[in-house]
């Protein structure tokens, strides 16, 4: 085969990849290709006598915390990496530099992209092994990660038939993205708008509406307080079948305890309340024990207004419970250890490969090198080559591991990417987070400065002296807890009596043992 016959298959591979990916293509797609430079694939050996552990990535510098602190902010709480963070200097628009700047800039850009190459090198590497081995590595290699909710093997991973229902659903929500108002962004009626109608084109008339509800609930994290109100009215009318109903119920349930947003949880509050759907007991337990106070007073709020008498036991055990976030004794490796359950934050953009694994495995894609024995140096130690995607599983949504030097992927980032090595897939989720901000990074450029953040809880194992410490700060406002009070609350909205603060209190006038 000639080389301007596979020049073509090139192209009409990345064509295909494209159209498989994308939500549709922009007119002149034909002119745009000859303008995007085919896939590159970086040469990483690895020594095959290395240990196991010698293929994790490099631990941030103080990955715990070295005192005890309980944060008053969530811009407080501690942060959960990967690896030590690759930071890439850029020029900012007008800001001029020698050109050994300019050299040391490039060189720079070039060393996160062969991180990042060697990352997804190294996990396919351990998971030859076993299914989720790097993964199991970490939570045994990283006391910072252990304690996190990873969720592996069958449970993390969506069924074939899954897979394109929730791709087609990132695609009908990247379609309304795409969706542009008259001089300026489309308000959100109007993206909803575009949605509801591009429900019922063929394109996406077979989407469940329990994959719609999972890609809102990811896809919509930081979206305006006015579209997650659209996102509540569809959810609320997700119930043609059973799962349906069951996701849904999940999701506005999970809006209505952990959304930062209060007309957002009134709404989801309301949405349960006209369904007459149960909601999801288990999360809304787990709100009321969450260890941040903000949360739990959503729960406590949310169970008042749907009426759960059916929880007045357990929000009188809370008047005797330590507070949630205070050390507890649990057994560690047959030891007695004092742990406590904390709120982290994980940087969205920065830790792709802490909460998927990488997109270019030979079950996702197969590729093979273009142009023969052609490559040049990428940097030193590293070789590159062009290749030619020959295969594409269409059910599985890959996307891009953000580059640190280059801007942000765009909303439609889940069909761009340069490399096979530089990919994840979204089939596969390790952590799932309880609800998302955007917060201020500084020295962000060329990513903007407010970056999206995933909040969730880790358990931790302490010292005795930290553990002793953390209990005497809890033991200062024990009797004014603010999940106390939340509970208060609740058993008095839920009641309509006010009989006090104490759990036996609440037990005398219930009749409660």
Not at 154 to 172: E, I
Request: aromatic share 6%; glycine share 4%.
């Amino acid at each position: 085969m000639d080389d301007k016959r596979i020049r073509i298959d090139l192209w009409l591979a990345m064509a295909l990849t494209i159209l498989a990916l994308g939500a549709g293509v922009a007119p002149g797609l034909a002119r745009e290709l000859e303008k995007i430079a085919p896939p590159e694939h970086y040469k990483i050996n690895i020594d095959p006598k290395a240990a196991e552990k010698d293929l994790l990535p490099i631990p941030p510098q103080h990955a715990l915390p070295r005192c005890v602190s309980i944060p008053s902010s969530l811009a407080e709480v501690p942060e959960v990496q990967l690896h030590e963070p690759v930071i890439v200097r850029a020029l900012k628009p007008n800001e001029t530099a020698s050109d050994r700047k300019h050299a040391e800039f490039a060189e720079a850009r070039k060393m996160a992209i062969v991180h990042n190459a060697r990352l997804t090198t190294q996990i396919n590497h351990l998971n030859k092994k076993k299914t989720d081995h790097f993964m199991e590595l970490l939570v045994a290699h990283r006391p910072d990660l252990a304690g996190m909710p990873f969720v592996m093997g069958d449970a993390c991973r969506l069924k074939a038939g899954d897979r394109q229902q929730f791709k087609d659903a990132v695609s009908l929500l990247q379609s309304t993205a795409l969706v542009s108002g008259r001089g300026g962004p489309a308000s959100a009626e109007t993206r909803w708008r575009a949605f509801d109608e591009n429900r019922v084109h063929k394109t996406f008339k077979q989407v469940k509406d329990q994959a719609c509800a999972a890609a809102c609930m990811q896809m919509m994290a930081l979206e305006s307080a006015d579209m997650q109100m659209g996102m509540v009215q569809r959810l609320a009318t997700f119930e043609k079948s059973e799962p349906d109903k069951v996701v849904s119920a999940q999701a506005l349930t999970k809006l209505a305890v952990f959304s930062p947003e209060k007309k957002v949880r009134d709404a989801a509050i309301a949405a349960l309340q006209k369904r007459g759907t149960a909601v999801d007991t288990a999360i809304l337990m787990r709100g009321l024990r969450y260890p941040w106070p903000s949360v739990a007073q959503n729960a406590a709020e949310a169970a008042s207004q749907l009426k759960r008498t059916d929880l007045i036991p357990e929000l009188v055990k809370m008047l005797e419970e330590p507070d949630p976030r205070a050390p507890v004794v649990q057994k560690v490796d047959g030891k007695n250890t004092a742990v406590i359950r904390e709120v982290v934050r994980i940087n969205h953009h920065r830790n792709c490969l802490l909460c998927h694994p990488p997109g270019n495995t030979p079950d996702v894609m197969k590729f093979e090198t273009w142009g023969g024995d052609r490559k040049r140096e990428f940097t030193k130690g590293v070789d590159v080559v062009y290749v030619n995607i020959t295969k594409q599983e269409e059910d599985v949504l890959v996307g891009a591991i953000p580059t640190p030097g280059d801007e942000l992927p765009s909303f439609g980032g889940y069909r761009e990417f340069t490399s096979p090595d530089l990919l994840i897939r979204a089939d596969i989720t390790y952590l799932r987070q309880d609800f998302s901000l955007a917060q201020k990074v500084p020295n962000a450029y060329p990513w903007p400065e407010m970056q999206r953040f995933d909040f969730l809880v880790r358990s931790r194992v302490l010292s005795e002296q930290h553990a002793e410490a953390y209990r005497a700060e809890f033991a200062l406002h024990d009797e004014m807890s603010p999940y106390r009070q939340a509970a208060v609350e609740a058993l008095r909205n839920l009641t309509r009596r006010n009989v006090g603060t104490t759990a036996q209190a609440w037990r005398n006038a219930l009749g409660i043992k």
